[in-house]
């Protein structure tokens, strides 16, 4: 029992050992040991309250996936903010010594830490301003896909290819974003055709909106419409405009299946798709050709 004692008052002594004095706090082994422990379980504990927020308490107000994500992400960064002054009070840390402490740090440190600030700084600004949220369909620096993720320091975009892209979110206070969702999932889509001179205009306005009106990922209203943008050198131009909610994530295939539709029906009605021609005319010329004669003598 006596060797038990002794383990226990060693292990005590060895936990209450002063490392590091900062103003009127004492820093030990035991008090570095309680701030860790605290904050992993504040960090795993808000993790799994913003679940419960997102998938659970927002479904009964809002149906919208990326409101939910931004409302639990904010409201995760207040707990932790919280909590963590919430320890290192209860360790008995100087708040007034550990300002002292940071500022110092801050200015060797900041240089190096500024792009992460940054970068911080504008996921807050991305919460609380909604440019983006996590399902829109966006288009930023050639970048093309859907929002999956926005943590503090960057977003993550999930392209066509199943390819993940992070994007520091910086970039997305200081560029210009396209974002195709971002009132709501409804986007007009312009599709280019021509056909040749000589093509029963009224005709291929017709196919044009039967098409659209036959594609069942095309919405009834607004419905499809047809413009003649312009004459070509090889024909003329115009564009089916038709609005969906089901294929701007996958913009490539909707193209491809109204392209395949346009091809079978101006098949099947004689109209001719143009393509590059130049007609090139030959004209001979009378010109007699004269030899010299040669004189003899």
């Known amino acids: 029992m006596e060797h038990v004692d002794n383990v226990g008052r060693t292990i005590r002594e060895t936990l209450n050992y002063p490392l590091i004095d900062l103003g009127e ?33 927002l479904t009964k107000y809002t149906n919208e996936f990326g409101v939910r994500m931004a409302i639990g992400s904010i409201v995760r960064y207040i707990i932790v903010f919280l909590g963590l002054l919430i320890i290192l009070q209860t360790a008995g840390i100087d708040l007034g010594t550990l300002t002292v402490l940071v500022g110092a740090l801050g200015i060797g440190i900041g240089f ?36 999956t993720d926005i943590a503090a320091r960057a977003t993550t975009i999930m392209t066509n290819d199943n390819v993940s892209i992070i994007v520091p979110n910086s970039e997305f206070t200081q560029t210009r974003i396209t ?7 409804k986007v007009r889509f312009r599709i280019p055709v021509s056909v040749a001179y000589g093509s029963d205009i009224d005709k ?3 196919l044009l909106l039967e098409v659209g009106a036959d594609d069942p990922h095309v919405e009834k209203d607004p419905p499809p419409a047809i413009r003649l943008s312009s004459f070509g050198d090889n024909g003329i131009h ?25 091809v079978k029906k101006f098949n099947e009605h004689g109209i001719q798709i ?4 130049r007609d090139v005319y030959i004209k001979e010329a009378n010109t007699a050709l004269h030899h010299p004669q040669s004189n003899t003598k």
Request: overall charge positive; cysteine-free; charged content about 15%.
């Open 204 to 206: 291929v306005t017709a």
């Open 25 to 57: 706090t004492t820093i030990t082994l035991w008090l570095i040991l309680y701030v860790v422990v605290g904050v992993f379980l504040l960090i795993f504990l808000t993790g799994r309250l913003k679940r419960l927020i997102v998938h659970r308490l």
């Open 274 to 277: 143009p393509f590059p021609q």
């Open 112 to 147: 190096g830490l500024q792009h992460i600030t940054n970068n911080f700084i504008s996921g807050l600004i991305i919460l609380f301003e909604r440019p983006i949220k996590v399902g829109d369909r966006i288009e930023i620096g050639g970048t093309h896909g859907k929002v």
């Open 238 to 262: 115009f564009e089916l405009l038709v609005w969906t909610t089901i294929y701007i994530h996958r913009r490539g295939k909707f193209f491809s299946d109204i392209n395949i539709r346009i």
């Open 179 to 185: 974002n195709w969702s971002h009132n709501d999932q």
